[in-house]
């Protein structure tokens, strides 16, 4: 009796356990994505408080140029206010909500617009630590702060949205909260992946020319902190460069929002001691349920990107070690130091800890260096630490299977012909190939970035592009590319290049254009979501436990 009772108790909890797994809209999804750089002038409305997407604090006064760093708090925020400097903060994206915003604050300021046209945001309303703007959507909104109390100085900014703050109290509305300032309908467009690869809110990608001026990431210091007044991506911070990055902190709340995997690239001159910092940052603060998926870097054998210093790097310190001529000696010894970190600091948990490489699409010569190098040599690996998945990122582009460039000259429709007939079967073949090679080697096959890679080479194909991307027979395409991947890796993951984003002369990758984008008029998106509902079903009615 006691064992039946015992039993039942232990499907009961199984059966608990299901339906409560049940509730996220991701369970079971085979697809993750990118998220797109968080940036004022880019087209998502990541957060019902913009404040966390405006940049600022930006000095256009006689002494434009970088606030010194004794100027700023903790946060970042200005401390005071030169009778010579004119501080602003400011917000771009043309496709935000128009109506009223109201703008909150501790401490003593004051503000005035920072207009830059006859429409910009307008303060129509002010109060004791408070005052309401409006505007015209697609205009630049500013405003500049005129004033800070040295001993009070401003702190604890937010400017909340329309329909998140009540006109008559001017508070923040009840069933909201400022620490979890991620719009809904952000949450809603990201809730059915699995995982979120997070390459462009940590700062991997460097341009060699800021590299030059502002350094690289080394210490845990040089990343962003937790309290940062502004998660802005790009121009966060104009007297502070080092920060022009989201940060790891961000990255953890949206994912334990989302329930979502956390695909975290980490700097490639990032010392031990900050590797264990941000080990134990994502220990601490991720959700226990969810894993981390670790990578060193982003293509650090990749000559052909302008953020080439991680590959110069590499390729410096396997020559230095006597670990090939190229940088995968390094890039793979590199990812097995940083995963042992992560496993030590996990401990029993450290099956939460995955580790992945990546190479070059349709190719695994990188991998065999990898492997033959550095992987299977005890000299460099002693504690024979492997790696659980192999990623590529097999886009899809306009080269057919002969290697020709398919022009846009032959018209729009001809061209969508040959991109469901010939060019994503192309892809298709190699995904299988891949797929092959992995099972060989004793990983998973997964895709750190996938989708289309179509690319104006000159300004008048920009828009025939465009008109490629929103074409309905996008969807039929993306759909088999989609589906040909799960079928060859076993529903291996795949992460979609990117989220919500502006198109135009530096590509296509978002699968909406804007944040509110009818799921209709966005083929790729409406492709991505069917797919994961032929796989994982409908959305439940219920997102969270």
């Not at 329909?163 to 300032?181: I, V």
């Not at 010894?333 to 496993?343: A, E, T």
């Not at 029993?348 to 990188?366: D, E, I, M, P």
Request: charged share 20%; aromatic share 14%.
């Amino acid at each position: 009796m006691k064992t039946i009772m015992i039993s039942v108790l232990t499907i009961c909890v199984m059966l608990a356990d299901a339906v409560w797994a049940a509730q996220y809209p991701n369970t079971n999804s085979p697809l993750g994505t990118n998220v797109a750089a968080i940036a004022d002038w880019n087209s998502e409305l990541y957060f019902f408080d913009v404040a966390r997407c405006w940049r600022g604090w930006e000095n256009h006064g006689v002494t434009e140029g970088l606030m010194p760093p004794e100027q700023v708090d903790e946060s970042g925020y200005p401390k005071y206010v030169n009778p010579d400097q004119n501080i602003t903060i400011g917000w771009l994206n043309q496709s935000k909500p128009a109506g009223k915003y109201l703008v909150t604050w501790d401490g003593e300021a004051t503000f005035t617009e920072h207009r830059q046209g006859p429409n910009a945001c307008q303060i129509v309303e002010r109060g004791n630590n408070w005052l309401v703007i409006n505007g015209i959507a697609k205009e630049w909104w500013g405003l500049r702060l005129t004033s800070t109390n040295p001993n009070n100085h401003i702190r604890n900014l937010h400017i909340y949205a329309p329909g998140f703050w009540d006109e008559a109290t001017h508070a923040l509305k009840p069933g909201h909260d400022a620490n979890n300032p991620w719009h809904p309908e952000y949450l809603k467009t990201l809730s059915r992946f699995s995982t979120i690869r997070f390459l462009d809110w940590m700062p991997i990608n460097i341009d060699p020319e800021e590299t030059r001026k502002y350094g690289v990431p080394v210490e845990w210091k040089d990343l962003k902190p937790a309290n940062w007044w502004t998660w802005v991506s790009d121009g966060s911070a104009v007297h502070f460069h080092k920060y022009r990055h989201t940060g790891p902190a961000p990255c953890i709340r949206l994912c334990n929002a989302l329930h979502a995997n956390c695909w975290l690239p980490v700097p490639h001159r990032l010392s031990d001691n900050a590797v264990r910092k941000l080990a134990e940052y994502v220990r601490d603060n991720l959700n226990p349920d969810l894993e981390v998926i670790v990578e060193y870097g982003n293509e650090c054998w990749n000559w052909g990107a302008a953020w080439a210093v991680p590959t110069q790097y590499c390729v410096d310190k396997s020559r230095e070690l006597g670990i090939g001529d190229w940088g995968d000696g390094y890039y793979a010894l590199r990812s097995i130091q940083i995963w042992k970190i992560f496993n030590d600091v996990f401990g029993n948990r450290a099956n939460k800890v995955k580790k992945v490489l990546s190479w070059q699409r349709g190719s695994t010569y990188g991998f065999n260096l990898m492997y033959s190098l550095v992987i299977d040599k005890p000299q460099w690996n002693p504690n024979n630490i492997r790696p659980d998945y192999l990623a590529w990122a097999p886009y899809f582009s306009n080269f057919n299977p002969e290697g020709a460039k398919i022009s846009p000259s032959i018209g729009l429709e001809p061209f969508m012909d040959e991109v469901i007939n010939k060019i994503v079967p192309l892809n298709c073949t190699e995904m299988a190939e891949l797929a092959r090679y992995a099972a060989q080697r004793g990983a998973k096959p997964v895709c750190y970035e996938a989708g289309q890679h179509f690319f104006p080479g000159s300004p008048q194909d920009v828009e025939f592009y465009a008109s490629v991307n929103r074409h309905p027979k996008m969807k039929p395409a993306c759909i088999n590319y989609l589906n040909t991947w799960l079928k060859h890796s076993n529903n291996g993951l795949m992460c979609w290049w990117q989220s919500t984003g502006l198109w135009g002369q530096y590509g296509y990758w978002g699968f909406k254009e804007y944040w509110n984008q009818p799921r209709s008029e966005a083929p790729k998106y409406d492709a991505i979501m069917t797919v994961i509902e032929e796989v994982a079903g409908p959305a439940p009615a219920v997102s969270s436990p």
